[in-house]
């Protein structure tokens, strides 16, 4: 239950096409739904987060969508570049007063075709 | 602003020796968290801390500890090393214990 599934496992998209990547949860306690992009050898950097008060948000390129009664969230990626390719993870969290701790999904490496 | 920091950068151990690994959070975060990211997976959530209080452990065996400084930086140790304890090993930092999570660069651990 406190699993995230993410998929897909990889994804080739051609410039200028939109990358989707969609992630499950199981664990109503989830409370907050953060996306990290992460390129090798670096640490994972926050991309954009949601809470489930919300079904869409947008920053820039990137959307996050949330589908609260189906435990699903999407990442999209529009007008996708050769900059963007890159490994990235889904994450949930629990909502307690104490503390925070992430699962994260297994990733999904993107590959952006110039 | 700097960002979090980490080191060392590279480690390589033998089995059965022991490890500290060090974290320095953004300036005013009073939050370190750990996590360990074998190749090729997610992030495992190793340890919360939160103002020199442990306020979250992953399914991590005791062989892995960690604790707090008032400065807010944080260690990680870990003792009795295995050859599945290669990795990255990551340190986020946020402002409170329930907050966006700004990650590190990761120290690569590989035991030999």
């Known amino acids: 239950q406190q699993q995230v599934k993410q998929s897909p496992q990889s994804l080739i998209v051609q410039k200028g096409g939109i990358s989707i990547i969609n992630c499950a949860y199981e664990n109503t306690a989830f409370d907050y739904f953060p996306w990290y992009q992460q390129f090798p050898g670096k640490g994972p950097a926050l991309l954009i987060a949601i809470r489930p008060d919300v079904s869409e948000k947008k920053e820039g390129r990137f959307t996050i969508s949330f589908n609260k009664s189906a435990k699903q969230f999407s990442l999209h990626i529009m007008d996708s570049q050769p900059g963007d390719s890159a490994t990235y993870f889904c994450?949930?969290?629990?909502?307690?007063?104490?503390?925070?701790?992430?699962?994260f999904g297994p990733g999904t490496r993107l590959s952006v075709l110039p | 602003d700097a960002g979090v920091t980490q080191s060392p950068t590279h480690l390589i151990k033998t089995r059965g020796q022991q490890v500290t690994l060090r974290c320095s959070p953004i300036s005013g975060h009073k939050s370190v968290s750990w996590y360990q990211q074998v190749l090729g997976q997610g992030p495992q959530f190793i340890f919360q801390y939160y103002e020199k209080e442990e306020r979250g452990r992953g399914n991590f065996p005791d062989r892995f500890s960690a604790r707090q400084f008032p400065n807010y930086s944080s260690e990680l140790n870990v003792n009795a090393l295995l050859l599945g304890d290669s990795a990255l090993y990551l340190c986020?930092?946020?402002?409170?214990?329930?907050?966006?999570?700004?990650f590190g660069p990761g120290t690569r651990l590989t035991v030999l």
């Open positions: 994450a949930a969290s629990p909502h307690h007063n104490y503390g925070q701790n992430f699962v």
């Open positions: 986020a930092s946020s402002l409170g214990s329930y907050n966006e999570q700004f």
